[in-house]
């Protein structure tokens, strides 16, 4: 009766195994691979909060957006086109206030939140777009988050690698199992992962123009892809 072979490789960036059976009754080998890619980021993107209290509702709802305005006006003297600074979020809500003596719970009030999401397309102007929206009356600053414009172009690089992987480990597993590798039989790839971008949460105060600019620094951060593979695994000639 003939054994089965079963090898496993692990290493840093790829996780391999060898099947003998599953495609059309002949022998495959299966692997996993990874391909890494560094990439600096040369985007940002941050959300400012504009709120505004009231014991009406559209009075709370008129006091935004004279702040909506102003910070839109900072930001188009900052650089920042319409189209890069647009509205994710925009409520106008009731505030309630438990009452102990009455033992319910008490309108106090309206209040009207606008949220602004803002990319900044040259990185070193961010700081710049802070401190302009800040000076212009923004309640937060929040959850600066880094990209670049060459993702797509890096993330083919990373494919790539992550499938010459594989193929590499196929081969050193075909060998060593006593055979060579065939043709490719299928190749799949997994969602690819931009690596763990650097957040900056900022409460942000109304600043005096006379304090230092705000400078912003990202790190360096990674693409990585992983591709699951199987090729054809040819057996040497068993000698009688």
């Known amino acids: 009766m003939k054994k089965r072979l079963i090898v496993a490789i692990f290493c840093c960036c790829a996780m391999?195994?060898?099947?003998?059976?599953?495609?059309?009754?002949?022998?495959?080998v299966v692997v996993s691979a990874s391909g890494k890619v560094s990439i600096k980021p040369d985007m940002a993107e941050f959300g400012v909060v504009l709120k505004s209290d009231a014991k009406a509702a559209e009075k709370a709802a008129a006091e935004t957006a004279v702040r909506y305005r102003a910070v839109q006006s900072a930001l188009r003297k900052a650089g920042i086109p319409i189209e890069d600074a647009p509205t994710s979020a925009y409520?106008?809500?009731?505030r309630w206030e438990w009452s102990p003596t009455l033992e319910k719970n008490i309108l106090k009030g309206y209040m009207a939140l606008h949220t602004i999401k803002v990319k900044v397309r040259t990185l070193g102007n961010t700081g710049h777009a802070i401190?302009?929206?800040?000076?212009?009356?923004?309640?937060?600053?929040?959850?600066?988050?880094?990209s670049s414009s060459?993702?797509?172009?890096?993330?083919?690089?990373?494919?790539?690698e992550a499938v010459g992987n594989a193929r590499r480990d196929a081969l050193i597993m075909a060998k060593a199992?006593?055979?060579?590798?065939?043709?490719l039989i299928e190749v799949s790839v997994s969602q690819p992962v931009y690596g763990v971008r650097p957040v900056f949460e900022a409460m942000a105060l109304r600043s005096a123009p006379a304090q230092p600019p705000t400078e912003i620094a990202p790190a360096e951060q990674e693409i990585s892809v992983t591709v699951n593979?199987?090729?054809h695994f040819i057996g040497s000639p068993v000698v009688k």
């Open 16 to 28: 391999s195994a060898f099947s003998p059976s599953g495609y059309a009754g002949e022998p495959q």
């Open 91 to 94: 409520t106008v809500s009731p």
């Open 150 to 160: 060459s993702y797509e172009e890096l993330r083919q690089k990373a494919l790539a």
């Open 177 to 183: 199992a006593g055979g060579t590798l065939g043709e």
């Open 229 to 231: 593979s199987s090729w």
């Open 131 to 146: 401190d302009a929206v800040v000076q212009a009356g923004a309640d937060e600053v929040q959850s600066i988050s880094f």
